[in-house]
């Protein structure tokens, strides 16, 4: 048996990853980043005060310290990885990775480089966002892809259910209406540029309706939890024998 080393600041243990989450109030439903039993494996979550989806998706940088500050208090429990419940964080990767020492991956989007090498270079991405105004050159250079590679993003903010159940803090989510409009706007994609390769679900809020897209186009879906996932793998070998 190894010998364990107390943590001064550590509450608890066993966590494999930190999630940053907006300061949101709203269902999190299974599959939602935000939802524990999204995952296999013991998840520790951490609200970032002020941070609205307002200011994360601007990249407000008064926020930066906030930000920080709630990885480096999700790195003193433990955690071997950080994520985040939004893929506007993006605003704050670099600063976080430069102010903690475990992995950091606070996006959904810095998938790309890796589907883009999948799926070939002729191939666009569809990208489905919460907001596309927000999802603009600046923010596809920080996930590192290369400015002549093709993204085709559609936004949800427009759709009726979802833009009037996610503005702001939400009481009531109908699942079934979600799914339904997050399936349309893929099939619409994919009628629209039938060469699409893949797909990336931007927002955290989307993944329970990734395996619908799926279904429905018959292409790869890559979301917050294939990347975090991916992390959890690696961060956590298993032996094999036989």
């Known amino acids: 048996m190894p010998v364990y080393t107390t943590r001064a600041d550590a509450e608890t243990a066993g966590h494999a990853v ?37 200011r994360v998706f601007a990249g407000d940088p008064e926020l930066e310290a906030a930000v920080i500050e709630a990885a480096k208090a999700l790195e003193a429990q433990g955690v071997k990885g950080i994520s985040s419940d939004c893929g506007y964080f993006i605003n704050y990767q670099d600063a976080v990775a430069k102010a903690v020492k475990v992995p950091v991956y606070l996006s959904s989007l810095l998938q790309l480089p890796f589907i883009s090498a999948c799926i070939g270079r002729k191939r666009p991405i569809g990208v489905i966002c919460a907001n596309a105004t927000a999802l603009g050159n600046r923010v596809l250079e920080m996930t590192g892809l290369g400015s002549e590679r093709e993204v085709f993003i559609k936004g949800m903010r427009d759709e009726p259910i979802f833009g009037s159940s996610v503005t702001g803090d939400c009481l009531q989510l109908d699942p079934d209406a979600i799914e339904a409009e997050v399936v349309g706007v893929a099939k619409r994609m994919v009628s629209e540029r039938p060469e699409l390769g893949a797909f990336l679900i931007e927002c955290s809020m989307l993944p329970p309706y990734s395996k619908a897209v799926q279904d429905a186009t018959g292409l790869p879906v890559f979301d917050f939890l294939t990347m975090i996932d991916y992390h959890e793998k690696a961060a956590h070998r298993r032996n094999y024998d036989g």
Do not use: C, E, M
């Open 18 to 54: 930190g999630i940053l989450l907006l300061d949101y109030k709203g269902p999190f439903v299974p599959g939602d980043v935000g939802n524990a039993t999204s995952y296999d494996y013991p998840v520790l979550f951490r609200t970032v005060p002020k941070a609205t989806s307002a």
